[in-house]
């Protein structure tokens, strides 16, 4: 199966810094979907984007399939930005939660 | 809307016994997924369904089962539970055509004593 690794696996940084997370997939996907964990465990989509570039607020998001990597971005970060951050991929075509293999994520502490 | 329903939150089951999990999904989607978390293994697959069909399984023993309603609400099963199934379980619906987003529940914590 596809194999999703994800660096780094812990960050702690300030409020206010910027950070890069990345993700590189094993093999074509046609579903990649960033996923932020909250502190009681529920997963909040952030962003679908199994190629191109797509920014909502501080967050932004950018696949290259070709090379199967993805980068989420945080800029001015805030303490409510901590969490576990997952890439999923999955070669299914029908988009959802069909299949995924999830990264073992990036672990972001936002200190004040 | 209301978003994606799990119950119960959380249970504590005894070894050897089986337990049943629920998810509603949000209303007009047709996909439900489910998942396992451990702090060992990370999230894995167990099952997607769409229409009251399973199309999509992971890599788990038959203990574990499910099932979709002509609702689209879901239950899934695991008999003769083991310590080692002890973990977070999501539910995630969707409304399974290219290009649309996973919405995740909050999930049961199963722990087996």
Known sequence: GIQV???????????????????????????????????????I????????TKQNGRLSATTVATERYSLLYISSSQTTDSGVYFCAVSPYSGGGADGLTFGKGTHLIIQP | ????????????????????????????????????????????????????????????????????????????NVSTLELGDSALYLCASSLAQQGTEAFFGQGTRLTVV
Not at chain 1, 16 to 27: E, K
């Open chain 2, 1 to 76: 809307k209301a978003g994606v329903t799990q119950t119960p939150r959380y249970l504590i089951k005894t070894r050897g016994q089986q337990v049943t999990l629920s998810c509603s999904p949000i209303s007009g989607h047709r996909s439900v997924s489910w998942y396992q978390q451990t702090p060992g293994q990370g999230l894995q697959f167990l099952f997607e369904y769409f229409s009251e069909t399973q199309r999509n399984k992971g890599n788990f023993p038959g203990r574990f089962s499910g099932r979709q309603f002509s609702n689209s609400r879901s239950e899934m």
């Open chain 1, 45 to 52: 989509n952030l962003f679908y984007i199994p190629s191109g």
């Open chain 1, 5 to 43: 690794e994800q660096s780094p696996p812990d960050l702690i940084l300030q409020e206010g810094a910027n950070s890069t997370l990345r993700c590189n997939f094993s093999d074509s996907v046609n579903n990649l979907q960033w996923f932020h964990q909250n502190p009681w465990g529920q997963l």
